[in-house]
């Protein structure tokens, strides 16, 4: 019977459109190549090999992303219909292409020691201690990390529900895995895993158990078609039962159900308020470079999604979730921004200014309009290199026990290593948005664009944000540089790689203070292409 039907032809095969979907293409690609490395080569040659191997992979994954961005039409769907191709997606993907590289960077630093010789030892067993002295390293973290690259790119590109949980999972669990891999402090980088798994789990759920709603309020999947049912309020009719079925009054309270835990799942992956616990935390346990992949390309992919739910699917009602957002954003930037004060560890400092600038990030959202989807593309790409390039300095400052996290590790940082702290202290003040750095164009963009879309008090409440933001990065500064060195401090470990990503980071927040407006054009050329549908 099977063989008839098949015989047939009444399965057709789907078209996928290869050239749209090949940065996607390439990374997957890549990262099953490193599976076979790790399966096929000894233990000396895998690190000469995935390193290579996982540059060449997302090098090319840009350059192809920047290849369509200037030769593909504004907006097109590929695979079926399940990702859409247009120019907020073209510049996220290049965007999180150009932070994992920069996180690879990091990863790939042998010299600081970031990763457990052997994640299955027990901590301080004895065979942790062999594996340790024999030099054992997790090659396996490079098609771990471009696995969850893969999820990044395809999660904002994602044109249905479906397809859009199935990019979460794919970027989500490797993190889950390489948040335990610590090297040093093994214990608090496994209970970050565990809390990341769990939470992650939960959220995961919300968001499933929102796709079923929104699939019974529909009747479909796509984004388009929920936007359909929306202005309609007729629910869609599947071509099969088209003459036999006709369409039904949607059911608003579905909606509303709907989006309320799709919210939920979306404002976890942004580390938005009151979704935002796993953040310190896991931002402190796990390894440096990962922490840095999370804090900059899970954002900017996670962003990137709910704009398309929000901008796309759910446009036509606007004005029932922008009340939701208004709340979630100013206790996010309130929460955000008083929180880090009380905070000793530099890492949990850093994810608590995650969380406020969560907040500022969706005060663009918020906007709905063209201006407000531009300045967030520019603000994603400004803060993401600016976030790498601080935790690539973290990563620098060390002592016996690994990384110098506690704060009071830090006085007098400024006379042992002055150009590291004037870097990482100007890292800080992009982070406050002061004037002639990226923090402040991205600020002022998103700001600007909220004011213009009628939320001026969201603004006011921002910049009072800032303010008290500005504090504890001055305090840290003050604490840099007005502070006597400890006799026993911390040292400064330069390591090319890292010092590379650092130069980078600050090439990218300098460039983007004094001259923004080629990328604030660009993100204005992609933003515009959103609403060509």
């Not at 290593?417 to 406050?432: D, R, T």
């Amino acid at each position: 019977m099977t063989g008839s039907v098949l015989a047939a032809g009444s399965i057709p095969a789907p078209h996928v459109e290869y050239d749209l979907v090949a940065p996607l293409l390439l990374v997957f690609g890549t990262a099953v190549l490193g599976v076979l490395v790790e399966a096929v080569f000894g233990r000396k040659w895998r690190p000469r090999i995935q390193v290579p191997l996982a540059f060449a992979g997302l090098g090319a994954a840009f350059v192809w992303t920047v290849i369509l961005a200037i030769n593909s039409d504004p907006h097109q769907v590929a695979a079926e219909g399940a990702l859409g191709i247009d120019g907020p997606t073209l510049f996220i993907q290049g965007t999180i292409l150009v932070l994992a590289m920069l996180s690879m960077l990091l990863i790939a630093d042998r010299r600081q020691d970031a990763f457990a010789a052997q994640a299955a030892a027990l901590p301080g067993t004895e065979a942790e201690a062999r594996a340790s002295a024999g030099g054992s390293v997790h090659t396996e973290i490079y098609p771990l990390t471009l696995f969850a690259v893969g999820g990044m790119l395809m999660f904002p590109a994602s044109n249905d529900l479906l397809t859009m949980f199935v990019a979460l999972e794919v970027m989500s669990l490797p993190l889950y895995l390489l948040c335990g891999l610590a090297r040093r402090r093994r214990l608090l980088s496994q209970e970050a895993a565990v809390k990341y798994f769990l939470l992650g789990a939960f959220s995961s759920a919300f968001f499933l158990f929102g796709i079923a709603l929104l699939y019974g309020y529909s009747g479909s999947m796509s984004l388009g078609d929920i936007a359909q049912v929306v202005q309609t309020g007729q629910t869609i009719v599947p071509e099969e039962v088209a003459g036999r079925v006709q369409p039904q009054e949607a059911t608003e309270a579905l909606l509303y159900g709907g989006v309320a835990l799709l919210a939920v799942g979306l404002l976890f992956k942004i580390g938005a308020v009151p979704f935002h616990s796993w953040k310190p935390d896991v931002y402190q346990g796990a390894p440096t470079p990962v922490t840095a992949l999370m804090a900059s390309g899970t954002l900017v992919s996670a962003v990137g999604a709910l704009l398309r739910v929000f901008y796309v699917a759910l446009e036509n009602m606007r004005w029932d979730w922008r009340p939701m957002m208004w709340a979630v954003a100013i206790i996010t930037m309130v929460v955000g921004s008083i929180v880090a004060i009380t905070q000793t560890d530099i890492k949990r400092m850093l994810a608590y200014s995650s969380v406020a600038h969560a907040g500022f990030l969706l005060t663009g959202v918020i906007a709905t309009s063209e201006n407000g989807l531009s300045s967030v593309l520019f603000y994603l790409a400004a803060y993401g290199a600016t976030t790498i390039g601080a935790f690539a300095v973290v990563t620098m400052v060390r002592d016996t026990s690994g990384e110098a996290g506690h704060l009071s590790r830090w006085a007098g940082l400024g006379k042992r290593s002055p150009a590291v702290a004037g870097i990482f202290a100007f890292f800080l003040l992009a982070f406050a948005g002061i004037p002639l750095t990226s923090g402040f164009t991205g600020k002022f963009a998103v700001f600007r664009a909220a004011f213009e879309g009628g939320a001026a008090p969201l603004v006011v409440v921002g910049v009072l944000s800032s303010a008290i933001a500005a504090f504890f990065y001055v305090r840290v500064i003050v604490l840099m540089f007005f502070s006597d060195p400890e006799p026993e401090g911390p040292s400064v470990v330069v390591a090319p790689a890292t010092a590379a990503a650092v130069a980078l980071g600050l090439a990218a927040t300098v460039v983007l203070g004094v001259l923004p407006q080629p990328l604030l054009d660009l993100a204005g050329q992609a933003a515009g292409q959103l609403f060509v549908r």
